[in-house]
């Protein structure tokens, strides 16, 4: 099966620099996504990784090691509207099928 | 706009009872995704569709059932309803069946009472 493990929840100033953390066990790992999800809202890409390394885009870098099973979400400059959910999710495919699992989620909360 | 359109936004109806979902992926994509997501819940993968065939399948109960129609819209039927169904139901398509970012809908709010 597959198993996706990311901290429940985050604070951070308004300003400052956050990383997201994110580890994974999963077969047939076909690559690794961020979202961001605001409260009631519908999940939005952020970032895509198939290989290993930085992914840099804007304010947000998605980083990659596969063979730790291991990501992260780097958010510089943060902002207020940045406080909304994470989350991760894996692509991996096997038997003919594809799928895409999530994990829960980490809620990110940015204080003044 | 994500360019995915669920319908209807908001549903309420008692325990018992079914409805069904519609979601209209974004044009050109062929994959279509449902999710739900409860309360304090991530979101839970229910089932795949590619090109109109069953792609792959996760936790969906067998009150629930779902298509994809030759247009490439889906729907989702829930049957039976039980309390522990409300939830958010999102529907997600993508250009093909793997590799590539997908892209969700509003969702739909179904709430059992």
């Known amino acids: 099966g597959q198993n996706i493990d990311q901290p429940t929840e985050m604070t951070a100033t308004e300003g400052a620099i956050v990383q997201i953390n994110c580890t994974y066990q999963t077969s047939g790992f076909n690559g690794l996504f961020w979202y961001q999800q605001h409260a009631g809202e519908a999940p939005t890409f952020l970032s895509y990784?198939?290989?290993?390394g930085l992914e840099e885009k804007g304010r947000f870098s998605s980083f990659l090691s596969r063979s730790k099973g291991y990501s992260y979400l780097l958010l510089k400059e943060l902002q207020m509207k940045d406080s909304a959910s994470y989350l991760c999710?894996?692509?991996?495919?096997?038997?003919?099928?594809?799928?895409?699992?999530f994990g829960k989620g980490t809620k990110l909360s940015v204080i003044p | 706009d994500s360019g995915v359109t669920q319908t209807p936004k908001h549903l309420i109806t008692a325990t018992g009872q079914r409805v069904t979902l519609r979601c209209s992926p974004r044009?050109?994509?062929?994959?279509v995704y449902w999710y739900q997501q409860s309360l304090d819940q991530g979101l839970q993968f229910l089932i795949q569709?590619?090109?109109?065939?069953?792609?792959a399948k996760g936790n969906i109960l067998e009150r629930f059932s779902a298509q994809q129609f030759p247009d490439l819209h889906s729907e989702l039927n829930l049957s039976s309803l039980e309390l522990g169904d409300s939830a958010l139901y999102f529907c997600?398509?993508?250009?093909?069946?793997?590799?590539?970012?997908?892209?969700f809908g509003q969702g739909t709010r179904l709430t059992v009472v």
């Open positions: 999710a894996i692509a991996y495919s096997g038997a003919g099928s594809y799928q895409l699992t």
């Open positions: 044009s050109g994509d062929l994959s």
């Open positions: 990784n198939v290989l290993d």
């Open positions: 997600a398509s993508s250009v093909d069946g793997g590799g590539t970012e997908a892209f």
């Open positions: 569709y590619y090109n109109g065939e069953e792609r």
